[in-house]
Each structure stands twice: as C-alpha cells, then as structure tokens.
T-cell receptor, first 113, second 114 residues
Framework: GAGVSQSPSNKVTEKGKDVELRCDPI?????LYWYRQSLGQGLEFLIY????????KSGLPSDRFSAERTGGSVSTLTIQRTQQEDSAVYLC???????????FGPGTRLLVL | AQSVTQLGSHVSVSEGALVLLRCNYS??????LFWYVQYPNQGLQLLLK??????LVKGINGFEAEFKKSETSFHLTKPSAHMSDAAEYFC????????????FGAGTRLAVHP
C-alpha cells in the first residue's frame, strides 16, 4: 500500500561526478515517469517507461542523462559528469497502464557544487 | 504541441475569501487536464482532473475546476480559503488516448493571510 518512494531524498555532489537517483513505483504500476523541477525551467518531463521499455526519452536534456528500469519496477536515473545546471528536484511518478492519474514521489533534491 | 499558461505566479488571499487560480491550455487533441498541489519539500498531490466527462470537476479539500472548451480554460476555485491551502499549485495537460506525459504550467504560489 506504500506510495512512490525515491532515494536519496537529498544529494550533494561535486561538479563532474556521476549520480544515481532511484525510484520505487507503486506495486503493479506499469507506467513510470521522471520529471525535473528547477527554478529556471519549472516542471519538465524527462522520460517515460512502459514496463522496462522507454518509448519516450524526448525530455532527457543531454546524453549525460540516462535511465533504466528493471523487472518492471525500480527505475534508476543516472547523470554523468554532473554540471551545476543539473541542480534541481527530480520527481518520479507512476500509474497503471492506460490510466491518466500519476502518483508522485517526494523527489530527490540534487545540488551540484 | 501542448502548452499550459498559469496567469499569476503569486496569488494572495485572505482566509475565508474566494480562491481563483487561472489556467489556460493549448492542445491539438482533446486534452486531459489536471491540477496538482505541492506543499513545501513534498511531491505533487492530485487535486482534481478532467477526462472528458463532466465539465465541472470537484476535487479534494473543497477545490473545483470547470473545463471551458470555448475559452481553453480550466480555472481552479475554492469558495473559502483556509490557511492550510497555502502551497504551490500546478495546472497540467496531457493527451487523451495515449500515454499521459504531463505538460505543466509554471505554477502559482498561493498565500493565505489571516
């Protein structure tokens, strides 16, 4: 009965380091979404998973960003060679396939120094 | 392409006063429309949604919104503001019939003062 969980809740890293952000969706939710919330850009879509496949990666801002999902459940968003402009809150959401309501996790607040 | 415009980045009301948060959208296909609320350091919580059924949609915490196709609007209202309503509110649109990638407005921060 748990909601969407994300870890870590906060991450501080140095410019140039790689980071991994984790999302645990609600059990049984086939659809999974990543969004980014930043001061300059607002809330923006990054990537959509249907099961383990990602049919829409159109929001990933650069090739430094990648994501995977395994077992139709946990998803990891990886940012390589982090830059200061990557500082943002990264939100994950999940839904039942074909259902319009997305349930959001609390987010990971990333700060790149 | 779809887009959402929220008029007013900050809205301030007195406790007990009417809350009106404005949202206009553009979409080339029939849209799904949503209002989400975000409390400090928390994720997004769904307030209400429009999915082509009734045009007047009632949500949680006494909020409601009306879909007006002719005006491409989906404004959020609450008759009487409560201090606990202070938060940031986001309007979002997605395409009906497909997977539901959300396109968000810039958000409106609601302040409620005594």
């Amino acid at each position: 009965g748990a909601g969407v969980s994300q870890s870590p809740s906060n991450k501080v890293t140095e410019k140039g380091k790689d980071v991994e952000l984790r999302c645990d969706p609600i059990s049984g939710h086939t659809a999974l979404y990543w969004y980014r919330q930043s001061l300059g850009q607002g809330l923006e879509f990054l990537i959509y998973f249907q099961g383990n496949s990602a049919p829409d990666k159109s929001g990933l801002p650069s090739d430094r960003f990648s994501a995977e999902r395994t077992g139709g459940s946990v998803s990891t968003l990886t940012i390589q060679r982090t830059q200061q402009e990557d500082s943002a809150v990264y939100l994950c959401a999940s839904s039942l396939l074909g259902q319009e309501t997305q349930y959001f996790g609390p987010g990971t607040r990333l700060l790149v120094l | 392409a779809q887009s959402v415009t929220q008029l007013g980045s900050h809205v301030s009301v007195s406790e007990g006063a009417l809350v009106l948060l404005r949202c206009n959208y553009s979409s080339s296909v029939p849209p799904y429309l949503f209002w989400y609320v975000q409390y400090p350091n928390q994720g997004l919580q769904l307030l209400l949604k429009y999915t082509s059924a009734a045009t007047l949609v009632k949500g949680i915490n006494g909020f409601e919104a009306e879909f007006k196709k002719s005006e491409t609007s989906f404004h959020l209202t609450k008759p009487s503001a409560h201090m606990s309503d202070a938060a940031e509110y986001f309007c979002a649109v997605s395409e009906s019939g497909g997977y539901n990638k959300l396109i968000f407005g810039a958000g409106t921060r609601l302040a409620v003062h005594p």
